[in-house]
Every structure is written in structure tokens, then in C-alpha cells.
């Protein structure tokens, strides 16, 4: 069973990561691969932000929805996402198939589930079994939760005591990412940047970042525009937000890297680096 992190990854997407694509598949899909990424590489965290005031709110709810959907364990999802044409496409999406999106058959003391019935005699719970659990606890009904299983009876649990990697949370603001960074704790935040610093440059300093930071975000900008030109938009300059600006994937053979791409190249360069840093 794949742990969590010991340190905590968070990614920054702009909400026009969709403005290159017109349709919802391809939307529905370009949102799908970023989940695989963040699942594959254990992210913890995926922040949605407006980088102008033009930003598209239809195309910002579509990320977060998706992200939700797919992150949402399939047996839960058709009692936590009504129908809606924003997940029209998404039952397309392949699953995730992280820790806590077992098989029925899985051996896990963990589980994700879904309060049916909640009184004082405790709560019925559905947790992707052939039959819901019951439990002592008086839960919230019709919430998500996750639940325990200690000594043959399921008791609910934090997100954080879970030893297993337990998905991604998803938050969309809108408002821009100075305001954010600004406002945020992070030991170290890392933006990834075309005329950033060239990785071999940068190296050491990401395996510093590695090894020390316990909670790291990782910027990404737009198609049309890096992380330059949207934080300048904003009145400030990248490389006083951020601890490292680098170019995580130098002497690219395209004109241009798509985010989901630019996603999945980073993460697989960050872990590469992690696998050789020693804590």
C-alpha cells in the first residue's frame, strides 16, 4: 500500500489551463490527465486561481467539479455528485485506483464513505462494501467521511491520521495569486517558469527544498502566459514570491509545453530528485 509524503506538495493551476481547448471532452480529459498526475505523484493539494479579472468562472467550476469527481472514490460518487452537464464526460476518465479507491475485495483498514442514516443509536454507513457498516458514532448525514477499522468496528477518522497517500484536496479562488502566495504558509515555494533557472542550475537548491519543506507549492501559469507576465499583471515580480523560479524541462523539442504536460514533467523531476535527497 503506497504511504503518504513526508513532505506536503501543492499545486497552483490558472483557471484558463482551459482556454486552449473549445469543448467539454477535450476540457474533461485535459482536467482528467492533471488528476492522474497529482494522484501518481501523491499531490496533496491543487489550488485553482483567477489570473485576471476576465477569467472564465464557468471554466474555474469546471476544473474544481472534476477534480472533485474524479479524486471521489467511484462507489461514492453518484451519491455525492448529482447529475450535471459539467460531468457529462466524466465517467470517461480512467480511475484513479489510488489507496483510498479500493476494491471491494481490498484489505485496507481505511475507507472512504458516505453517511446513509445518523441517529443516536450511531450511523449507517456506506464505505464500498457489499453491505453498509455501522458504527458507534453519531456522524453527519449524507457527508463524506473517512472510517477505520479497529478491532472489528468502523470508527470514523481524520484525513491526516491515515498513513496511505488519501488523495488530493481541490480549492478554487478567485482571487489572484499574489493575494494567495501572500497569505499563505509555505516553507518553500518553487514556480516553474520557461526563462527560470536551468535545472542543472537549480538542482542542489530543489533538493534543499526537498529535503527541509514540509508543505511546498508548485506554481504553474497559463498557455497564453507564464508566471512572469501574470504575477507582473498583478504588481509584483515572480522572483520575490517564490524561492526558486526554474525551468524544469530545458531544451524542450516543441514550442510549447501544455500544463498537463508541464504538470506531469515537473512532478516526475521533483520525485526523481526526492528519491535521491535524504531527508
Known amino acids: 500500500m503506497i504511504l503518504k509524503r513526508k513532505n506536503s506538495i501543492t499545486i497552483f493551476l490558472p483557471v ?25 505523484y501523491r499531490v496533496d493539494g491543487v489550488v485553482i486561481y483567477r489570473e485576471s479579472s476576465g477569467s472564465n468562472r464557468e471554466d ?6 472534476i477534480l472533485n469527481y474524479v479524486e471521489t472514490p467511484q462507489y461514492l460518487r453518484k451519491k455525492l455528485f448529482p447529475l450535471s452537464e459539467s460531468l457529462r464526460f466524466a465517467g470517461m476518465l480512467p480511475p484513479l485506483r489510488t489507496p483510498h479507491h479500493p ?27 457489499r453491505s453498509p457498516v455501522t458504527s458507534i458514532a453519531r456522524l453527519p448525514l449524507n457527508r463524506r467521511v473517512t472510517m477505520r477499522l479497529v478491532d472489528g468496528l468502523w470508527v470514523p477518522s481524520s484525513k491526516d491520521d491515515v498513513p496511505y497517500y488519501w488523495g488530493y484536496s481541490v480549492s478554487l479562488e478567485f482571487k489572484g495569486l499574489t493575494k494567495l502566495l501572500e497569505s499563505s504558509r509555505f516553507d518553500s515555494i518553487i514556480a516553474t ?25 508548485l506554481l504553474f501559469g497559463s498557455p497564453a502566459e507564464g508566471l512572469h507576465e501574470i504575477v507582473k499583471r498583478e504588481g509584483a515580480e515572480i522572483e520575490d514570491l517564490a524561492d526558486l523560479v526554474v525551468n524544469l524541462a530545458p531544451d524542450q523539442g516543441t514550442a510549447t ?13 521533483m520525485a526523481s530528485l526526492e528519491a535521491t535527497t535524504h531527508h
Open 257 to 269: 509545453i501544455r500544463t498537463e504536460e508541464a504538470v506531469m514533467i515537473s512532478l516526475a523531476v
Open 193 to 217: 517558469s520557461r526563462i527560470g533557472t536551468p535545472l542543472a542550475e537549480a538542482t542542489e537548491d530543489l533538493r534543499e527544498s526537498l529535503a527541509t519543506g514540509k508543505n511546498i507549492a
Open 16 to 40: 484558463s489551463i482551459l482556454a486552449d481547448v473549445p469543448s467539454l471532452v477535450e476540457k474533461t480529459f485535459k482536467i482528467g490527465q492533471i488528476a492522474r498526475a497529482a494522484s501518481i
Open 103 to 129: 476494491l471491494e475485495s481490498t484489505k485496507i483498514d481505511y475507507r472512504e464513505g458516505f453517511v446513509l442514516r445518523s441517529d443516536d443509536r450511531g450511523s449507517l454507513v456506506d464505505v464500498g462494501l
Open 60 to 65: 474555474a467550476l469546471l476544473i474544481r467539479d
